[in-house]
């Protein structure tokens, strides 16, 4: 699964919209202490559903909004869009491209997108569910991650271990099955 690009406005140091392309081959993203390095991983964690502030390094969802600096004001809300290539049809959507958008307000509102039309969070979670980027994957790997899956509670590690097999979408929808 190929990111394309990724594109930030208002997501926490990223007050103007930002857009990063993403070529073939690797990108290295450098730049001094404090410059945003890791809210680019951060702002492709919570496109992709993350629901936990905490694991984005902030207390209160609106943590991840543009918070305002000495010469500019913060802003009312935030918006990730991240697009995936699809030309090998890996996501079961006709487009070549897939774009994931996410926006919170600070009044709390937010919303989903996938290419444009609104969708529940659910439906992101089982698009990405078997695609190694879903909730919980390895895709992303964190300064404190790795001591995460090191001390994990076995059943904590088991969801690692399923999401790497690509059953968690069966899981998803077992569970939803028994909840009904
Ligand atoms: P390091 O090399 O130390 O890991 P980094 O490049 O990864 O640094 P980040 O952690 O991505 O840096 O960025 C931290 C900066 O983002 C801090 O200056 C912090 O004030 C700023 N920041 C975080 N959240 C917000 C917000 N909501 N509004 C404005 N700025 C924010
Ligand atoms: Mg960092």
Not at 31 to 44: H, R
Not at 91 to 100: G, K, S
Not at 155 to 167: Q, S
């Amino acid at each position: 699964m190929k990111l394309l690009r990724l594109t930030l406005q208002g997501f926490k140091s990223f007050a103007d919209k930002t857009t990063i392309e993403f070529a073939d081959g690797m990108t290295v993203i450098v730049g001094p202490n404090g410059c945003g390095k890791s809210n680019i991983s951060d702002a492709v964690r919570w496109v992709l559903g993350e629901q936990n502030v905490r694991n984005l390094r902030g207390q209160k969802a609106e943590d991840i909004i543009f918070s305002g600096s000495e010469t500019r004001q913060a802003k009312n809300g935030a918006e990730v869009q991240l697009v995936l290539d699809n030309s090998s049809h890996e996501l079961p959507l006709d487009t070549t491209e897939v774009a994931i958008t996410r926006r919170l307000l600070r009044s709390g509102d937010s919303d989903f997108k996938i290419n444009k039309r609104s969708c529940r969070l659910k439906d992101i979670q089982e698009l990405l569910a078997n695609t190694g980027l879903g909730r919980g994957s390895l895709a992303i790997i964190g300064q404190n991650r790795v001591d995460q899956v090191l001390t994990a509670r076995p059943d904590e590690r088991r969801l690692i271990f399923e999401d790497v097999a690509g059953i968690s979408l069966y899981r998803m929808r077992k569970n939803e099955g028994l909840r009904k």
